[in-house]
């Protein structure tokens, strides 16, 4: 019984010896397991806060999520992600401009997040214009600036531009012509040119289109002779008032046809429109209102004037519609109603095929219908035909 006193003595001082010098060899140890549980802390912090950001991000971006500090940033409904730079959204479609995939014209309903590095003017169904930076996700857009954050839902958004951009970023341009040339029994020579312009903002769209035809053929000594000289000009402000409704200030057509007796016929308008389909493939857009219309004959029966004006209505109709990928369908209609002396109905009807060729090229064919339902008598009795119509096949250029 002694012996194994004695020995559970000496195993108990010999713990305490061990204990003593392994302290004294680790002198901060209660400091070490401090930093630890320091440490496990922090990496549980972590992981909370990164747990609640993916919690906070929208479906397919929890893994990741980029900053638009120097690009602007979309995500497509198939997760992929695109940077560049964003050109604005009109029509639902968004202009997408990429170092390595160019220009991109891609269907707003394709679009999942948007995150643009710059402040944006932006058109709001219901609230108006306004401006800041802009963010698009789960179905909300998020607009701050220096003083208001506020969120909308996304299907109000109109549209959109980064603002300070360039004047010539807002405009497109095409340009067509068309050439025929005969020689041997006949010889003659047809030209058409087709002008159309566009500017469009957050809010307003200017319009500009003109029409030119001239032939010459030959009169039988060797000379060709004008038989067709006509030109036609308008063009349109318009305000978006909500995301279809719109008015337009300011409506202008000039038109001059000597071969028709109209040695000029202006009309001055206002009015409202509605946009009655817009879904980035398809646009159909409705306007029309009161008119001042003023024609001038180049020459008249005896006991006529030569100046007539009228008060009147006008109604334009445009129709655009992408076939398939590279055909699209054109249609537009502008009429007139005024009293007989200035021409009585009156229309302008263009229907066009544009086939692409390249990115910028198109091959244009055109249906041209023009009405006067009222000719004016010329001095000579001749009374001009009420309508006129002609076909082209030309090149068109757009920029």
């Known amino acids: ?3 194994k006193i004695f020995s559970a003595i000496v195993i108990q001082l010999f713990m305490a010896v061990s204990f003593t010098v392994s302290a004294a060899e680790m002198p901060d140890a209660n400091i070490r397991g401090d930093v630890v549980r320091d440490a496990e802390d922090s990496q549980s912090d972590e992981e909370q806060t990164a747990a ?31 940077k560049g730079k964003i050109n604005g959204m009109y029509k639902d479609s968004l202009e997408f401009d990429s170092d390595k995939l160019d220009l991109l014209e891609i269907d707003w309903g394709d679009v999942k997040v948007l995150r ?39 299907s109000s958004l109109i549209s959109f531009a980064p603002a300070g951009k360039k004047e010539r970023d807002l405009w497109s341009v095409k340009a067509t012509l068309s050439f025929d040339a005969k020689k041997g029994n006949t010889d003659q020579l047809d030209y058409t040119g087709k002008l159309n312009m566009k500017r469009r903002s957050s809010t307003t769209r200017f319009l500009l289109d003109y029409i030119g035809n001239i032939s010459k053929t030959n009169s ?15 063009a349109s402000y318009d ?27 202006i009309t001055l308008a206002t009015g409202l429109g509605y946009t009655l389909i817009d879904d980035g493939d398809t646009e159909l857009s409705l306007s029309g209102g009161p008119a001042y219309v003023k024609t001038k004959y180049i020459s008249v029966a005896a006991g006529e004037d030569n100046d007539e004006s009228s008060p009147g209505l006008w109604f334009k109709t445009n129709y655009d519609t992408e076939l398939t990928k590279t055909i699209d369908f054109i249609a537009k209609y ?28 198109d091959f244009d064919t055109s249906f041209i219908w023009d009405r006067t339902a009222h000719p004016t008598q010329a001095a000579d009795g001749t009374t001009p035909f009420p309508d006129d119509y002609r076909i082209t096949l030309g090149i068109s250029y757009t920029y």
């Open 1 to 3: 019984m002694t012996n």
């Open 52 to 82: 609640a950001s993916n919690e906070s991000a929208p479906e397919g971006t929890k893994a990741w999520l980029p900053s638009a500090e120097e690009y602007d940033w979309i995500q497509l409904t198939s997760n992929e992600w695109l």
């Open 116 to 154: 643009s590095s710059r402040v944006s003017d932006v058109n709001i169904e219901g609230i108006g214009a306004t401006s800041g930076m802009l963010e698009v996700m789960e179905g909300r857009i998020r607009i701050s600036n220096d003083y208001e954050d506020k969120t909308y839902d996304r």
């Open 220 to 234: 039988g000594d060797g000379n060709l002779v004008e038989t067709i000289n006509n030109h036609r000009l308008n």
């Open 239 to 265: 305000y978006y008032k909500t995301r279809y409704f719109f008015y337009t200030p300011a409506y202008v057509e000039y038109y001059r046809d000597p071969f028709s007796n109209i040695d000029s016929k």
């Open 334 to 361: 502008n009429m007139q109603y005024s009293n007989k002396e200035t021409g009585g109905y009156t229309h302008h009807i263009i229907l066009t095929i544009n086939s692409e060729i390249t990115g910028a090229l």
